[in-house]
């Protein structure tokens, strides 16, 4: 069931707000009208739902019934987005404050970790689809989980509208398109380092694939299947847990990158990093993770208008616009 099919917002968005309102309603609404004409009757459902009951969580539904007043709803239900708005401000207060005092939220606590960990991990674990994947949030900055479906084409294939792609090329060319802040960063692209390059060379020579990660196969003759974001982030954070031997997530990693960073650098190369993860400057201070003994992982790694990410980004490499 789609229920924003004429909303002026990413896929991404799209699928998350369906899945988060198609979750709510089978907790027991007949259907989306009555879900927002009766906040406190849908809150109750959902307090007793089998959902982790944070503010976290929480602010996904809530986002999504306010995304579907404001672009899809019939006039009659347009007046009830103020009393959904004043739900939704309430449930991320907390989460405001995490933010602003550089807090991991309590869903977040324990996932730290720090970056030369994760620049160990990748660097020791055998070739593979582990290393690949912790690869792809290393050897660039890390996105959000936006690999969830990604294409790989040969130069001669046709350029798919709104999708996430990598052309392979004599370079290979990373394009995101479809990402949570593409309405107001249009597009990520990436000429893959030749260390990324040279892994995924490898992983598709071991299984040759139409798509970055696919679901798992018992066979190589069996179809390949991509990804949902759900999926996805799922799939990714049971591998990195297993890795690293604690539970900790792809959000994990974006915060532990982000607390390598000199924010004493140029705004320019601090600017060409956060456009890169989809965000900006001022977010990416916001990523940074502080305990009583500083940020976490910290070890500045940006500075003198070089772009240095202990080896996991070009060593060396000089910025450019659009990277």
Same mark, same amino acid.
């Given at each position: 069931m789609d229920y924003f099919p004429t909303a002026t917002l990413s896929q991404t968005s799209k699928k998350a707000y369906n899945t988060h309102i198609i979750r709510w309603l089978s907790f027991g609404l007949p259907n989306l009208e009555e879900l927002v004409k009766d906040p406190t009757k849908a809150l109750d459902l959902l307090k007793k739902a089998p959902v982790k009951q944070?503010?976290?969580? +929480?602010?996904?539904? +809530? *986002? =999504?019934?306010v995304a579907y007043i404001t672009h899809e709803a019939p006039a009659p239900l347009k007046e009830f987005k103020k009393e959904w708005e004043e739900l939704q401000r309430a449930n991320h207060r907390p989460l405001g404050e995490h933010y602003e005092n550089q807090e991991p939220t309590e869903q977040q606590k324990g996932t730290a970790v720090d970056w030369k960990e994760v620049l160990k991990a990748r660097d020791e674990l055998p070739a593979g689809i582990e290393r690949l994947l912790i690869a792809f949030y290393s050897d660039i900055p890390p996105v959000r989980a936006d690999y969830n479906s990604t294409m790989l084409l040969k130069p001669t294939d046709q350029i798919p509208e709104g999708m996430n792609y990598i052309i392979l090329d004599s370079e290979f060319k990373l394009v995101i398109q479809e990402f949570k802040t593409q309405k107001k960063y249009k597009t990520i692209e990436h000429i893959l380092p030749e260390r990324l390059k040279k892994e995924l060379e490898e992983s598709l020579k071991a299984e040759p694939r139409s798509w970055l990660f696919i679901k798992r196969r018992e066979s190589l003759s069996n179809p390949e299947q991509e990804m949902s974001p759900g999926e996805y982030s799922n799939w990714a954070n049971r591998i990195l847990t297993r890795v690293f031997g604690?539970?900790?997530t792809?959000? =994990?990693l974006r915060h532990s990158f982000? *607390?390598?960073?000199?924010f004493n650098s140029s705004l320019r190369d601090l600017n060409v990093i956060a456009r890169s993860m989809g965000h900006s400057v001022g977010m990416s201070r916001g990523y940074v993770w502080r305990t009583s003994d500083g940020p976490v992982g910290s070890n500045p790694v940006v500075g003198s208008g070089v772009l240095k990410v202990n080896h996991s980004l070009n060593e060396n490499q000089k910025v450019e616009k659009g990277i």
């Amino acid at each position: 069931m789609d229920y924003f099919p004429t909303a002026t917002l990413s896929q991404t968005s799209k699928k998350a707000y369906n899945t988060h309102i198609i979750r709510w309603l089978s907790f027991g609404l007949p259907n989306l009208e009555e879900l927002v004409k009766d906040p406190t009757k849908a809150l109750d459902l959902l307090k007793k739902a089998p959902v982790k009951q944070t503010n976290y969580v +929480y602010h996904g539904y +809530y *986002s =999504a019934v306010v995304a579907y007043i404001t672009h899809e709803a019939p006039a009659p239900l347009k007046e009830f987005k103020k009393e959904w708005e004043e739900l939704q401000r309430a449930n991320h207060r907390p989460l405001g404050e995490h933010y602003e005092n550089q807090e991991p939220t309590e869903q977040q606590k324990g996932t730290a970790v720090d970056w030369k960990e994760v620049l160990k991990a990748r660097d020791e674990l055998p070739a593979g689809i582990e290393r690949l994947l912790i690869a792809f949030y290393s050897d660039i900055p890390p996105v959000r989980a936006d690999y969830n479906s990604t294409m790989l084409l040969k130069p001669t294939d046709q350029i798919p509208e709104g999708m996430n792609y990598i052309i392979l090329d004599s370079e290979f060319k990373l394009v995101i398109q479809e990402f949570k802040t593409q309405k107001k960063y249009k597009t990520i692209e990436h000429i893959l380092p030749e260390r990324l390059k040279k892994e995924l060379e490898e992983s598709l020579k071991a299984e040759p694939r139409s798509w970055l990660f696919i679901k798992r196969r018992e066979s190589l003759s069996n179809p390949e299947q991509e990804m949902s974001p759900g999926e996805y982030s799922n799939w990714a954070n049971r591998i990195l847990t297993r890795v690293f031997g604690k539970r900790t997530t792809l959000t =994990a990693l974006r915060h532990s990158f982000t *607390s390598t960073l000199d924010f004493n650098s140029s705004l320019r190369d601090l600017n060409v990093i956060a456009r890169s993860m989809g965000h900006s400057v001022g977010m990416s201070r916001g990523y940074v993770w502080r305990t009583s003994d500083g940020p976490v992982g910290s070890n500045p790694v940006v500075g003198s208008g070089v772009l240095k990410v202990n080896h996991s980004l070009n060593e060396n490499q000089k910025v450019e616009k659009g990277i």
